[in-house]
């Protein structure tokens, strides 16, 4: 027992370390330790017109890969159903970690939350890990046949070098430019203006609480309940109008 503790006393310190700045921060700020992410979450997932996570999930899943290969993605599919043969056959921890991506997908398909690539990450990392295992599994044995053959070793080395180097110039995860958030420019714009002509305790009323949180000192009232759960019961009926009127804002703010 007494091995654990001091490891299990680090890792909650280290936990800590970065987290309490936040909880205080947040509290002082927004009112409360963390956002109602779930909750909110579900509650749009409710509205007509937002698609779901499970309602998602297979358009979602058709796209895995997009950022890696462009267009061509639909190659690494065959990799990543070899590499689940080859997780569920040789290996426990990958048996153990694709049954939490299971149980993961399950209970948040039955929670109704609405699609976000947030929660579609876990999976499409699942995914990665066993076109990663395939590959490697592949090449294990590439080279092992090839060990007996130096000509075809040396051939084989620079087509890979020539197709790596065909990657890294074409596909902008290597080379490509910072995709900025669209939003953020009039969202510090308008931070900017409320700081000049409002008074601090002026309070917004937002759907974007991250920019107006942070780059002003006024008190914000969030549309979607992330950080205002008293709205909860109107948002989930979609009365945008019914919030501002019961809760009176300063300043409407959607860019």
């Known amino acids: 027992r007494s091995e654990l503790v001091g490891p299990g006393r680090r890792a909650l310190g280290g936990f800590l370390l970065p987290v309490l700045p936040w909880w205080i921060y947040a509290a002082t700020h927004f009112g409360a330790l963390l956002p109602h992410t779930l909750h909110v979450k579900i509650v749009q997932g409710r509205l007509d017109g937002i698609p779901t996570f499970a309602g998602a999930l297979l358009p979602d899943a058709a796209q895995w890969g997009t950022s890696l290969l462009g267009a061509s993605h639909v190659v690494l599919w065959p990799f990543a159903l070899h590499g689940l043969l080859l997780a569920l056959r040789r290996s426990p ?3 153990r970690y694709l049954g939490w991506v299971a149980v993961y997908t399950a209970i948040y398909a039955m929670l109704g939350v609405v699609d976000s690539m947030w929660y579609h990450l876990p999976l499409s990392f699942a995914w990665l890990a066993l ?3 395939s590959l ?20 084989l080395r620079t087509a890979v070098l020539a197709v790596l180097t065909a990657i890294c110039l074409r596909f902008p ?16 714009s308008i931070a ?9 305790d002026a309070r917004i009323a937002t759907r974007e609480v991250g920019y107006l949180g942070y780059y002003t000192p006024n008190p914000i009232l969030d549309l979607d309940g992330l950080v205002s759960p008293e709205v909860f019961p109107l948002a989930a ?11 009176p804002c300063a300043y ?3 860019v």
């Open 192 to 200: 900017a203006w409320i700081r000049s002509n409002g008074t601090p």
């Open 93 to 95: 921890f990958m048996r």
């Open 131 to 133: 076109v990663g295992l």
């Open 252 to 254: 409407y703010v959607d």
């Open 173 to 188: 995860f290597v080379n490509g430019p910072a995709v900025a958030d669209p939003r953020g420019d009039p969202y510090l």
């Open 136 to 155: 490697g599994d592949l090449l294990t044995r590439a080279l092992a046949w090839l060990s007996t053959r130096p000509r075809t070793q040396a051939a």
């Open 237 to 247: 009926a979609n009365e945008r109008d019914e919030i501002l009127r019961e809760y």
